[in-house]
């Protein structure tokens, strides 16, 4: 079945660092691609998609690029803030159109 | 912003009790799930639920479990015998469609814990 490997976290990072989170997907067929985010105390909110090959995904300043040849969604942002501490999950949704969560890796930004 | 509200926020239960999770969906929204997250693990679909019955189930929603619309406003997960491997956070959604372009919009979670 459908399946999404995150990187382990925690990520920490220091202000204005460079930030990369991994993500892996197998799956049948041409899967739409998800970054979702869940800041402390709060749901998960989609941050940005992409539902083709070589389609890049923007928001916030992260970016995803979908790469069917690596079947790879790696999140970036060139400048992180403290604000972006949060839990980041990628998510891939396919025929069923029911999304399948990675187990999500949290950012831990210091000033 | 229209948001999904999820009560309790926290709930400590005992081995063997019924909890019922509450959901408030997104007033015009359609199509409504329900998730886990069992901590440090993936985030998991537990169920799908569109015109007043389930559409989709994953094999973790067994028959413990049930999903109820009981009026025009709340969505609700009842766990009918809580076991120590019930504990997660649960997480609902709800979306306006069923096609790709339609977003999630998911509450902030109930933190379940079974003692």
């Known amino acids: 079945g459908d399946s999404v490997t995150q990187m382990e976290g925690p990520v920490t990072l220091s202000e204005e660092a460079f930030l990369t989170i991994n993500c892996t997907y197998t799956?049948?067929?041409?899967?739409?691609l998800f970054w979702y985010v869940q800041y402390p105390g709060e749901g998960l909110q989609l941050l940005l998609k992409?539902?083709?090959?070589?389609d890049k995904g923007s928001n916030k300043g992260f970016e995803a690029t979908y790469r069917k040849e690596t079947t790879s969604f790696h999140l970036e942002k060139g400048s992180v803030q403290v604000s972006d501490s949060a839990v980041y999950f990628c998510?891939?949704?396919?025929?069923?159109?029911?999304?399948?969560f990675g187990r999500g890796t949290s950012l831990i930004v210091h000033p | 912003e229209p948001e999904v509200t999820q009560t309790p926020s926290h709930q400590v239960t005992q081995m063997g009790q019924e909890v019922i999770l509450r959901c408030v969906p997104i007033?015009?929204?359609?199509?409504f799930y329900w998730y886990r997250q069992i901590l440090g693990q993936k985030v998991e679909f537990l169920v799908s639920?569109?015109?007043?019955?389930?559409?989709?189930k994953s094999e973790i929603f067994d028959d413990q479990f049930s999903v109820e619309r009981p009026d025009g406003s709340n969505f609700t997960l009842k766990i009918r015998s809580t076991k120590l491997e019930d504990s997660a956070m649960y997480f609902c959604?709800?979306?306006?469609?069923?096609?790709?372009?339609?977003?999630?919009?998911f509450g902030s979670g109930t933190r379940l814990t079974v003692v």
């Open positions: 007033s015009n929204h359609l199509y």
């Open positions: 992409a539902t083709k090959a070589d």
């Open positions: 959604a709800s979306r306006l469609g069923q096609a790709l372009n339609y977003g999630y919009t």
């Open positions: 799956a049948t067929g041409y899967p739409s």
């Open positions: 998510a891939l949704s396919g025929g069923s159109y029911i999304p399948t």
């Open positions: 639920f569109y015109n007043n019955e389930i559409s989709e």
